[in-house]
């Protein structure tokens, strides 16, 4: 597959009445032609049919989730029952905290990289203070050694030799937000389980961008949103996987709600909690079927393609990106050179006139993302961005003086 084979399935947004050069598939995806269609459905099912939608509509609402898991498991590499769409990214990482950070007096730390996104700073050190702790103590940096600007697993190796009996919990982002260094998922759940540690990750920049093997991993849990490269419109839906060694394990605590209740008693209105097992047992609330709609329009395109192909694909556009920046004077690449750790995202370090090269960047109809104070993050979404968009793009900042 080439890089942008489904073009022709997405809105490109225009910019002076051409094409622009959308290069932010990592902040927010492209609108996939059908979303129109998917959601219009809904709305017409709903001014059809009423509350009997539930029930009688097409793609009925009360299983409408149940239709996206199968696609969802496969990107992240989870079987069904430990992948379910629900919330928002944040709202989920806490409720997976608390039911996997349950500290006590001498193991109660939790390990987060220095660069991670700054909801999940929040997140954490909320949580640890949640549990009668001073997050100066009880939140671990993971960061680059001096003068780098991503990760080793040295590092990680060094914090866990000294502190690693302290630690509950990991939560660190799949691919980093900042960076788009791509972590070793695997050996490092691999680190924390040898510590006794329970391992999280956010895979916010790594869904729909690279594939996982979550489940043979035996990664913990995981949450991300959908709005990124899975391309299901602004503040759409987070999902969430939950390993079945917890999800089947009804003795997990879990904060609780209706939509997590056995699904055959579920409108009897009984007292008794009975919790689904698997990743569905952690919902509470009946979801909004609209956003689910236009997931399904997306996440379609994803099984067309396929995860694989799809990290191969950006593969050719990030290298080539990457090697027409390696003797700049200007741009300093700060993602991974390596192949193996790193995705669809390039950031780059702009050593002088930062602002100004955004600034022209954006005046020829490049879509990107600036991250104060110097670096510009570009990202290559395979099933849109072309090969042209990549060359167009160095073309654009060779231009710049
Ligand atoms: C995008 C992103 C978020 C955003 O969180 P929401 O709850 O969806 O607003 C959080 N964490 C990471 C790592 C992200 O990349």
Known sequence: MISGAYRDQFHIPPVNGKDSIYLCGNSLGLQPKKVKEYVTEVLDDWAMLGVEGHTQAKYPWLPYHEFLTSSMARLVGGKESEV???????????????????????????????DAFPSDKYAVASQAKMHGFDERDAIIEWAPPPGEHCVRLEGLKEILEQQGEEIALFLIGGVNYYTGQYMDIKTITEMGHAHGITVGFDLAHAAGNVAMKLHDWKVDF??????????????????????????????????????GHNKVTRFGMRDAYDPLPGAEGWQLSNPPILPLAAMRASLELFDQAGIENLQSAAKENVKFLYDAFADSKLIKV???????????QLSLLVLHDGKKL??????????????????????????????????AFVRIVESFR
């Open 84 to 114: 379910v769409t629900m919330n928002s990214l944040t709202v989920n990482l806490h409720l997976l905290m608390a039911s996997f950070y349950r500290p006590n007096k001498k193991r109660y730390k939790i390990l987060i990289e220095s």
């Open 222 to 259: 995981a949450a991300w949103c959908s709005y990124k490269y899975l391309n299901s419109g602004p503040g759409s839906l987070g999902a969430i996987f939950i390993h079945d060694k917890h999800g089947q394990d009804m003795s997990v605590p879990r904060l609780s709600g209706w939509w």
């Open 334 to 344: 700060i993602t991974p050179e390596n192949p193996t750790e790193r995705g669809g």
């Open 358 to 391: 955004y600034d022209h960047i954006t005046a020829h109809r490049v879509i990107a993302d600036w991250r104060e104070p110097d670096v510009i993050r570009i990202a290559t979404a395979p099933l849109y961005t072309t090969m042209q968009d990549a060359e």
